[in-house]
C-alpha cells in the first residue's frame, strides 16, 4: 500500500473518500467499469484555490527554479506574465468542462483543468476567479521580494523539483514530494514547501518530517550530488515559505518530532491495511458502503465524490 501524508489526512478525514480516491479510481480509459472510470474523472474536481496554488507551483518549478539553476536572468515581470498565459489557458480549458464527454481523456493534455464549482453549483464565482489572478500574482511578487532566498536557490549546486521519494515502513511504502530540494556542496540538503495559503497550515511540520524522512532513507536518486542516506533527518534544513505573506518558516525539529511523524505514518496505515480487509490489490471490488462516511458536516462541501457517494448512502 502506498502512503502519504494527504492519503493520510483524506483517510482521517472521510475513509469513503480515501476509498474512491486510492482504491476504487481507475484512470484507464479502456476499462468497462464506468462506476470505476467516474470516480477517477471526478477525482480531477479542484477548487479554484487549489488551482491557483497549483499555478503558482508549476511556474516556480518549470520556469522559474530551472533558470535560476542554468544561471539565465527571469524577472518577477517574465514570471508573472507565464503566470497569467498559464491561468487564462487553464482557466479556459476548466471553463469548458470536458469532464464527461464521450473518448475525453484528462491525461492527454497536460494543462487540463476541472472546476468542482462548475461540476456540483454549475458556475464559477467569477470574483474568486479574479482573487485567484491576484493571488497568483501577489505570490510571485513575494517569491522575487525575497532576496535571501533567491540568493540561496541561485548559487545552489542542483535544484530538484516535485521530485518523487519513497521508502518502505513495515507493510506500507512511504512516498513524498518535497517541492524543492535544494543541494549546495557537502552539506546537508534543504527542503523548501511552498505554501499558497492565506492561512498557515498547523501540520505543517508532520509533512516536512515526512519529506525529511523520505530524504534521508530512500535509496539516493543518480542525479543526487552527494548521497542524502548519508544524513540523519535532523540534519536537513526545512523550509515553509508563505507565498501570500511573503514569509519564510524555518521548522527545527527534534528527534521527537520525527517519533511523532513516525508514529502517525504507523498509526494510520495499519488502520488503512485493516479497512482493506487483506484484498490489497482488489480493494476496488470492496462494497463502497462498507468505507464509512464523515463524521465531519463540512467536509462533503467540498468532496470531488459527492456524487457517488450520496448515490448509495441512504
Ligand atoms: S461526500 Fe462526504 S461522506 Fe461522501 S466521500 Fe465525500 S466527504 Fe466522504
Same mark, same amino acid.
Given at each position: 500500500?502506498?502512503?502519504?501524508?494527504?492519503?493520510?489526512?483524506?483517510?482521517?478525514?472521510?475513509?469513503?473518500?480515501?476509498?474512491?480516491?486510492?482504491?476504487?479510481?481507475?484512470?484507464?480509459?479502456?476499462?468497462?467499469?464506468?462506476?470505476?472510470?467516474?470516480?477517477?474523472?471526478?477525482?480531477?474536481?479542484?477548487?479554484?484555490?487549489?488551482?491557483?496554488?497549483? @499555478?503558482?507551483?508549476?511556474?516556480?518549478?518549470?520556469?522559474?527554479?530551472?533558470?535560476?539553476?542554468?544561471?539565465?536572468?527571469?524577472? *518577477?515581470?517574465?514570471?508573472?506574465?507565464?503566470?497569467?498565459?498559464?491561468?487564462?489557458?487553464?482557466?479556459?480549458?476548466?471553463?469548458?468542462?470536458?469532464?464527461?464527454?464521450?473518448?475525453?481523456?484528462?491525461?492527454?493534455?497536460?494543462?487540463?483543468?476541472?472546476?468542482?464549482?462548475?461540476?456540483?453549483?454549475?458556475?464559477? #464565482? *467569477?470574483?474568486?476567479?479574479?482573487?485567484?489572478?491576484?493571488?497568483?500574482?501577489?505570490?510571485?511578487?513575494?517569491?522575487?521580494?525575497?532576496?535571501?532566498?533567491?540568493?540561496?536557490?541561485?548559487?545552489?549546486?542542483?535544484?530538484?523539483?516535485?521530485?518523487?521519494?519513497?521508502?518502505?515502513?513495515?507493510?506500507?511504502?512511504?512516498?513524498?514530494?518535497?517541492?524543492?530540494? @535544494?543541494?549546495?556542496?557537502?552539506?546537508?540538503?534543504?527542503?523548501?514547501?511552498?505554501?499558497?495559503?492565506? $492561512?498557515?497550515?498547523?501540520?505543517?511540520?508532520?509533512?516536512?518530517?515526512?519529506?525529511? +524522512?523520505?530524504?534521508?532513507?530512500?535509496?539516493?536518486?543518480?542525479? $543526487?550530488?552527494?548521497?542524502?542516506?548519508?544524513?540523519? *533527518? +535532523?540534519?536537513?534544513?526545512?523550509?515553509?515559505?508563505?507565498?501570500?505573506?511573503? +514569509?519564510?518558516?524555518?521548522?527545527?525539529?527534534?528527534?521527537?518530532? $520525527?517519533?511523532?511523524?513516525?508514529?502517525?505514518?504507523?498509526?494510520?496505515? *495499519?488502520?488503512?491495511?485493516? #479497512?482493506?480487509?487483506?484484498?490489497?490489490?482488489?480493494?476496488?471490488?470492496?462494497?463502497?458502503?462498507?468505507?464509512?462516511? +464523515?463524521?465531519?458536516?463540512?467536509?462533503?462541501?467540498?468532496?470531488?465524490?459527492?456524487?457517488?457517494?450520496?448515490?448509495?448512502?441512504?
Amino acid at each position: 500500500m502506498i502512503w502519504s501524508v494527504s492519503t493520510a489526512k483524506i483517510f482521517e478525514q472521510c475513509q469513503r473518500k480515501w476509498f474512491f480516491k486510492t482504491q476504487f479510481s481507475n484512470s484507464n480509459p479502456k476499462t468497462r467499469d464506468l462506476e470505476r472510470r467516474r470516480a477517477y474523472l471526478l477525482g480531477k474536481l479542484q477548487s479554484i484555490s487549489a488551482w491557483r496554488g497549483n @499555478v503558482v507551483d508549476q511556474i516556480l518549478s518549470k520556469q522559474v527554479l530551472p533558470a535560476f539553476e542554468r544561471g539565465w536572468s527571469i524577472s *518577477e515581470h517574465k514570471a508573472i506574465a507565464a503566470a497569467m498565459s498559464l491561468f487564462d489557458k487553464q482557466l479556459e480549458i476548466g471553463r469548458l468542462h470536458r469532464l464527461h464527454e464521450a473518448g475525453f481523456n484528462p491525461s492527454d493534455d497536460a494543462d487540463f483543468v476541472a472546476f468542482y464549482d462548475l461540476e456540483y453549483k454549475g458556475l464559477l #464565482a *467569477e470574483q474568486e476567479v479574479e482573487r485567484a489572478r491576484d493571488e497568483v500574482k501577489r505570490a510571485l511578487s513575494a517569491f522575487f521580494s525575497m532576496d535571501d532566498l533567491i540568493e540561496r536557490l541561485r548559487t545552489a549546486n542542483r535544484l530538484i523539483t516535485q521530485r518523487s521519494l519513497s521508502f518502505a515502513h513495515a507493510d506500507a511504502s512511504v512516498r513524498a514530494v518535497p517541492d524543492v530540494l @535544494v543541494f549546495k556542496g557537502s552539506s546537508a540538503p534543504t527542503i523548501i514547501d511552498w505554501k499558497v495559503h492565506v $492561512f498557515g497550515w498547523r501540520d505543517a511540520w508532520l509533512q516536512l518530517a515526512v519529506y525529511a +524522512t523520505a530524504l534521508a532513507h530512500c535509496e539516493p536518486h543518480k542525479d $543526487f550530488p552527494v548521497p542524502t542516506n548519508q544524513f540523519r *533527518e +535532523t540534519d536537513i534544513e526545512l523550509l515553509e515559505v508563505q507565498l501570500l505573506r511573503g +514569509t519564510i518558516r524555518t521548522h527545527n525539529l527534534a528527534e521527537e518530532h $520525527f517519533h511523532r511523524a513516525d508514529a502517525f505514518i504507523a498509526r494510520t496505515a *495499519e488502520s488503512m491495511t485493516l #479497512a482493506l480487509d487483506g484484498m490489497n490489490g482488489k480493494a476496488w471490488s470492496l462494497p463502497r458502503t462498507d468505507f464509512p462516511v +464523515t463524521r465531519y458536516a463540512g467536509a462533503c462541501q467540498s468532496c470531488p465524490y459527492r456524487s457517488i457517494c450520496w448515490e448509495i448512502t441512504s
